[in-house]
Structures are given as C-alpha cells and as structure tokens.
C-alpha cells in the first residue's frame, strides 16, 4: 500500500511570471502554436493555458534543429528570458532544449493560428476542437468563465444560494410546445425548459437562491439568436415588495459583473478590443410604450401588439441608447397573454404582468417578473386558463403551505456573452452549439 | 421613461448580525417557522435565509394577538434586542409589530419543524418542496453549496478554466446501454453520460478545465446509490507525467475543499453534528491487492475479478480506516475490461489501466485516470473493441490534430455530500432525486 502525498502542486512557471525570471532558466511547456522562420532565426509562438508566449529560437543557441518542431506538437521546452527592451514585453525568450511529448497525425485543415480563423460558421463549428485553440477564438470562453465567476460571486454575496435541480422532469415549465420529452423507464418525461418550478420552491426553503445550468428548448428557429441548448443564469428571491427589486438586482449584478471582468480578465479583453458598457442607471420603459415609441420614430407599423419583434428589439435599443446613452434598457409590463402562468398581472390592469425583459445591444438577455405566491390566485390562473389543475400539484404544495411574495429572472449566458463580445451569432459564444442542424461536435 | 437605479441593495438585517443591535430595534423578514406556547409567553421561531431565530412573544409588548399568527406564514416583525445572559445568543429578541406578508392554506401534512423530519424517506421526498424547510434537511443542500464553492475556488486557483458543455450529444462516452435517448428533430440524440469528449477537447484548448453539472445514466438499479441524474464534478488536465498527479490534484481539492467548509460553513458543520475527515495521505492500493486483501481478512470468496462489489468496497474501507486511520482510499490500475475505450493502458501489463476510484466511508465517490492522447493508440483500441470508428471523428479530431497527455476525474457531488453527512443513502443530498421510481417533485 502507498500514499498519495498532500504536495504542493507544481503548476510550472505561469507565463504572467516570466519577467520575474530575467536573466534565468526557466521550463515551461504548452502546444507549438505557430512557427514564423526568419532569416537565421525564427519566431516560436507557444500556447499554455491562457497565453501565447513568444520563443526565439536559433541555432545558436538551441540544442535541438527547428525541423524537429511541428505546429500543434505538445512541449516540454528549456528557455532563458533575456532582457530586451525593444520587445513588448520586455524579454526575450530564448529556447535552449526541446522535449516532444506528442505530435499530431497531420496538419489541421483550418488554419488556427491568425488572429482570425478565416472561416465560414459552418466550418469554424465542425472542426470546434480545434478552432477553439484559436487564442482570440478561447477567449470568449475565458471572458465567459468570468461572467460566470462575477455572477456568483455577487449572488454570493448577496446571500443568494446555489442550487442544482434536476433536468428531467415531469413538467414542462414555460409551456408551449418547445420541449423535448424522452422515455423515462416507461413514463414520458421531459428536459428542463428552465428551473423555474424549483427556484420557486427553493425560495421557500433558502429565501434566496441560483443556478447556472443547461436548459432545453426545442424551438423550430434556425435563428442568430437561438439555441436548442444553453446555460441559464437563473436567479429567484422572495420578500420583494415590487417587481422592480428584482431589476434592481440585476442591475446591481451586471455591474458587478462588469468590475470583476475589469479586474480580473483584462487579458481577453484586451485580445478581444471589447469595450465594457457602463452601467449608471438602466432605463426602463413600459412595453406599450416602446411598440410605439418604435413605430413613431421609425414609421412603422406594428404588425403584433402582444409580442416584440427582433428587429423592434434592435430598434429601441438604438432610440435608447441614442437618447440616454445606455447600452441595456428595461422593458416592462409585458402582456399577460405573452407570459406564464406563473406571472403575477398588476393589479392595476390584469391585461398586463409584473414582469419584464433586459435588451442589451439589441438583444433580449433576460426574462423576468414576480410570480404568484398564493395558492387560490395561482389555481384560479391555472382555471382561467384551461390548464388541469391536477397537473400541477407538486408545484402547487409550496403556495398551499406558504410562500413569501417572490421572484426572478433568467439571462442567458450565451447570448449576454456574444453580445459582449460584438459578435452577430450567439452560436459565437456557445462551446459546442446544438440547433436544429447540430448536433456534433 | 424611467430608470433602475445603482442602489445599495438593502438585504435587511441578518439573523447573524442580530447580536451587533444590542438594545436596538430591528426590522426582520422570514417565515414562522414554530410556535412554542409557555405559560404567559411564546416562543416564536422566525426561519430566515440561513439561520433560524428565536424570538419571544408577550402580550406586555407586542402590538397584535399571538392568534395571528400562523406557522410558514411569512411575515415582516420589528423587534427589540435586549440582553439576556441566560441566552445562548446572548440576547433575547422581543417582539413588537406584525405585518403578514402571505398565509398558507393549511397545515402541512407532515411536520418539519422538530429537528428530524419523522417520515419515510418517500413521505420525505413527496414533500421535497416542504420538508426542504426544515432546518437540518436544508443544511445538507447549505453544505453542498459549500461544498462546490471550494471546488470551484482551488480548481480556479489552480488554473483551471471552466467549461459548459453540451448535454445532448450525439454519442454516448461511457458506452453500455445505461444511456437516455430523445428524438433531436427527427434524429437520435442522447443525454450525456459525463462531459467525458468535451474535456478531453477542452484540454487541447485550456491545458486545465472544469464543469459541474448534471449527468444522466439510465441505469436500472435501484439502490440506495443510485441516481438517474445527478451532478458530475469534473476536471481534466494536460501536460500530465503519471496518472498519480490526478490524484494529487484530488487529494489537494479535497483537502482545500474540508478546509473552506471549515472556514465558511461552521454553522451547518454543527447544526447536522459532522466532524470533517482529515486528509493527510490518502492511502493507495492496486484493484488486485485490494480484492484479494477483502477476501483474505473476511475470508470472502472473489466471485468477480474484474470488479468491485458493493460491500467489498464498504470492506475495504474498514481495513483502510482500521490500519491507517484514513477515511478515503484510492484504488488504482483498474482492468482495462471494466474501463472505457478512452482509459490508457499500463505500458507494463496492458490488461490493467491507469486509472483509480477514489473510496470514502464505503463508497465510490471517484473514478478518474490518464487518457489516450495518441491518434493511432486510441483508433486502434476502438478497432480492438470493435466500435466503429467513423462513429467517433469529431471525438478524434482532437486526437489527429493533436494532444497532450492528459487525464481527469468526475466526482458525484451527491455522494460526496451524502457520506459527508454521514447518509446512507445518496437521495439525502439530491435536492430532487431521479431515480428509476421517481420524476416528481
């Protein structure tokens, strides 16, 4: 019998730590990323994991020929950092010996290594595995990490509790006809629209909680803005006394969001020249007044009074921004007959819910609302709309043994991240996109 | 238009801040949580995002009639803080004002405000949505929060990137039949059984990478640990010189993990009375030592020499715990017959893999191992097997093109958690099982 010892991991030296290493002998390994022959030298760029290092090599000095080198060949390298003021980094990398740890089967059928891949959607999707390793293409997953990380760390913060609720499930949640079912053990089942049900159930237990998780939509649109798959950020909490808290709360975690990105992931975006919209105080506007504000600035007829279309969407958030300067805005009060069972109307007029989307750079990111808390105003919903009441029992339990008034909101992470990244497609900003032609990679 | 502003969200008073408002009055949300009759007073406990708090009621100074209130009614109370030495807290909080926020229909039909749920554990999770709210029950999902959280912070301090993966895929990547399908547009798609492919790619794009999420297996057995879904910890790492650095890694995430519980989870650590094992060195024992080494200290028979039973895993855990004082074990060089296509084979007996379990308190919490990373080992293996290799090319992209030498684990976070909290059965810790009987709630 052995052990397995609490050592301290060797990570190896960081590239950000290189220019403390001046004048030394340092390790390093990582991916041969490009090859640039010069005359009598050559340009070796290396991959780790979240930078391209650039190597010198030359004869001289290496006890290894430059032929031995093939791109995208794994790496073990001894290299020295010279001072040298003309480059940018202030170093030079200089390869002294070389230790290949695997090389690949043939050249890539992409090209990687530009700045851009120069490529077609299509084709930057099917050969994903390797497109990814394109340093600009990783860091929109890098920076997407970091959206992530900020929006926990501020639901955290706030006393927000992580869940994980499950993804089959009996229910859908958001109705409609947009959900896959599948054979569970002889029953249908169903894949999460969202965590709607359990959110809500779980702010009777921890007050406040989220999830950052898939979710399933089996929509038809073959669509920039759509996706059959993708991660929701999803947030719920209870003892609000308006609908507007929740905005608040939003508001307060994109910004926090945004600090956190600034603070800790300046590198991509730099990479990816994305400037951050600043966030003062997003403007709100009620959902009739938009349609027409819309229809009035551009002439436009509105085909459709209960429902926005995308280009209304890109529309008002130009009139927005051109009059306020902000790059999100609120939309609220949307038409009940557009939302959920679930949705709470206002009071003042049934006609219309609690509730409201976020549009950011033209593109709705997040649907939210307060939901109904009592049991008899949720049943008579569900009547109301010819719903069976039967159905929905497991949900019901937490009106009928008590809820504190309550609600929520779900942004998608996909296409918050495209548009942060000025990318036309959320498809951009999805590791590997499932749509209604993919399924692979 | 309006707009939403920057505010300070006001997040009310914590329960934990309670002792810092000495002599003062406070405003408090929360739902009555128990109601505790004495003679001429009542005890009132007020269940709020983390804590419960006890309060007192007295004719002498509250403003409305005990009658009003109702237990899992939500309410808003002020109170005074006054100090009271014979309190555990160290002060006793009077009640002064009601404002009911929301009533329930009716009494719960089982009772979660003792400090056991007394129900079977199928009453118990019928109820899920209610039986949630009792105090320790909630705790458990508190501590997953935690447990998660320290994951997530070494896997970051330790550069890993994190990753979403898709959960419909094409393929399944742990084969046999244990697997969900669902009709994608017309074609057979499945659910994934582990983000297996899509880290191995993401190794070839980060060097480092994590997710957790859920995972599904359409394993029939119904077992106490068993689920149909659940959540995967995941990581995968490049650059790898044995398949023991995996499990250093978990040895450390581990350790870090106990230690952040320690640090920010003291309150449910005691509240479900769990005293966290000590990681020191895990011990490690090779399958076949460890099999024969069951089978001689409890004189069993070896009915299969290619696998672990259930008990034998529980035995070799006694033997563990008995002669090193560990309570984890790792189980390394599995036979290459029980592991999948992608194990890498020992250069020195390829009958047995590089790969480990990680045991603890009896049960398989791991499994984990080096990976192939070479193009023609892992065709050749597939072709062995007699799997079809063209079913696999966007997995072997990564493969062709390639990779460093890599491995990685999953760990189930239900049933990390559940030993953790010392349950003897994995649905204690899923917030909403799925198993072969159950779908709802």
């Known amino acids: 019998m052995n052990t397995i010892k609490q050592i301290v991991i060797k990570n190896g030296i960081e590239a950000e730590e290189l220019k403390n290493f001046m004048g030394k002998k340092v390790t390093l390994h990582g991916s041969i990323y490009k090859i640039r022959k010069m005359s009598g030298f050559a340009f070796v760029l290396l991959r780790t994991k979240r930078a391209v290092v650039q190597c010198i090599y030359s004869e001289e000095f290496a006890t290894f020929a430059l032929e031995e080198l093939v791109e995208e060949s794994t790496v073990k390298v001894e290299a020295e950092v010279i001072l040298e003021e003309r480059s940018k980094v202030g170093y030079e990398l200089r390869l002294l010996s070389l230790k290949i740890l695997s090389k ?5 059928p992409v090209v990687i290594h530009n700045k851009l891949v120069e490529a077609s959607i299509d084709t930057l999707l099917n050969y994903r595995p390797i497109t990814l390793r394109n340093e600009r293409e990783r860091a929109i997953f890098k920076l997407q990490e970091g959206i992530a990380g900020g929006f926990r760390k501020f639901l955290a913060e706030q006393k927000f509790t992580e869940i994980h609720s499950p993804k089959i499930v009996q229910m859908g949640a958001e109705g409609g006809a947009n959900i896959f079912s599948l054979n569970y053990f002889g029953k249908e089942a169903y894949l999460a629209q969202s ?42 909490m209870g003892y609000i006394e308006s609908f507007e808290e929740i905005m608040q709360m939003e508001s307060c975690m994109l910004k926090a969001t945004l600090s956190y990105l600034k603070e ?22 009620r959902f009739n007044e938009a349609k027409e504000l819309v229809a009035k600035e551009y002439n436009r007829t509105i085909c459709d009074m209960s429902d926005f279309e995308p280009e209304e969407e890109k529309l008002l958030c130009e009139i927005i921004e051109r009059t306020t300067g902000s790059e999100f805005v609120f939309v609220t009060h949307y038409p009940s007959s557009k939302r959920p069972f679930y949705a709470m109307e206002d009071p003042k007029n049934t006609e219309e819910t609690l509730s409201f989307d976020l549009l950011f750079r033209g593109l709705e990111i997040t649907t939210g609302g307060q939901r109904i808390h009592d049991f008899k105003e949720q049943v008579d ?3 109301k709309r010819g719903m069976n009441v039967e159905d929905f029992q497991s949900y019901l339990m937490m009106h009928r043994y008590g809820m504190p008034p309550h609600g929520g909101l779900g942004l998608g992470l996909e296409r918050f991240t495209s548009k942060l990244c000025n990318q036309n497609n959320v498809r951009y900003a999805t590791l590997f996109p499932r749509d209604i032609n993919r399924l692979q990679p």
Request: aromatic share 14%; glycine share 2%.
């Open 104 to 108: 690949p089967l043939e050249e890539a």
């Open 195 to 236: 965590p709607q049900f359990y959110k809500q159930m779980m702010v009777g237990v921890f007050e406040r909680v989220y999830e950052i998780a898939p979710v399933f939509r089996a929509e038809k649109h073959d669509t920039s803005r759509h996706l059959n798959e993708y991660t929701s950020v999803d947030f719920e």
């Open 264 to 285: 800790y992931y300046q590198k991509e975006l730099f990479l990816l020249n994305i400037s951050l919209p600043v966030i003062e105080e997003i403007p709100t506007i």
């Open 381 to 383: 919903k569900l009547l």
